[in-house]
């Protein structure tokens, strides 16, 4: 994994994405939940190719200020780039940007967790087990 990869994606702000249809405010403008599935599906699919087969990457940290409002209609894009490695090697840092047509929208840092996808499902299934019976008794 090299430090400096980057990631870039475009999509045109729909109706579906702005922030009174996904339920994260009252306003006919491009949500910040939309924005930062942007961001992340970006910095996934930059690194993609250097994982593994059946390794997978998973968001784990989110620091983004949504800094501009952007109607439906207008194109936005998204811009990552590959900033630390950990030690251990599964952790990524990025650096991550958002723009529209009329200039940047949001920036910040995001993390990514490389896992292997069939054990990380796995141990999110097996916590259906693990719940508690309705009334807090078993």
Same mark, same amino acid.
């Given at each position: 994994?090299?430090?400096?990869?980057?990631?870039?994606? &475009?999509?045109?702000?729909?109706? &579906?994405?702005?922030?009174?249809?996904?339920?994260?405010?009252?306003?006919?403008?491009?949500?910040? +939940?939309? *924005?930062?599935?942007?961001? &992340?599906?970006?910095?996934?699919?930059?690194?993609?190719?250097?994982?593994? +087969?059946?390794?997978?990457?998973?968001?784990?940290? *989110?620091?983004?200020? $949504?800094?501009?409002?952007? +109607?439906?209609? *207008?194109?936005? $894009? =998204?811009?990552? #780039?590959?900033?630390?490695?950990?030690?251990?090697?599964?952790?990524?840092? =990025?650096?991550?940007?958002?723009?529209? #047509?009329?200039?940047?929208?949001? #920036?910040?840092? $995001?993390?990514?967790?490389?896992?292997?996808?069939?054990? =990380? #499902? &796995?141990?999110?299934?097996?916590? $259906?087990?693990?719940? +508690?019976?309705?009334?807090?008794?078993?």
């Amino acid at each position: 994994m090299e430090i400096g990869k980057k990631g870039y994606a &475009e999509q045109v702000v729909t109706d &579906e994405l702005l922030a009174n249809r996904v339920g994260s405010g009252l306003v006919a403008v491009y949500a910040t +939940p939309m *924005m930062i599935a942007g961001i &992340e599906g970006t910095a996934a699919a930059s690194v993609a190719g250097d994982l593994a +087969p059946g390794q997978t990457t998973v968001g784990c940290q *989110m620091n983004v200020s $949504h800094v501009a409002a952007t +109607p439906a209609g *207008m194109k936005v $894009h =998204f811009e990552t #780039e590959l900033t630390a490695v950990s030690a251990n090697g599964k952790m990524l840092t =990025f650096r991550v940007t958002a723009y529209d #047509e009329a200039g940047l929208i949001g #920036e910040g840092e $995001h993390q990514r967790a490389i896992v292997w996808k069939d054990r =990380f #499902e &796995e141990k999110a299934q097996a916590k $259906h087990a693990t719940r +508690p019976v309705a009334g807090g008794k078993d």
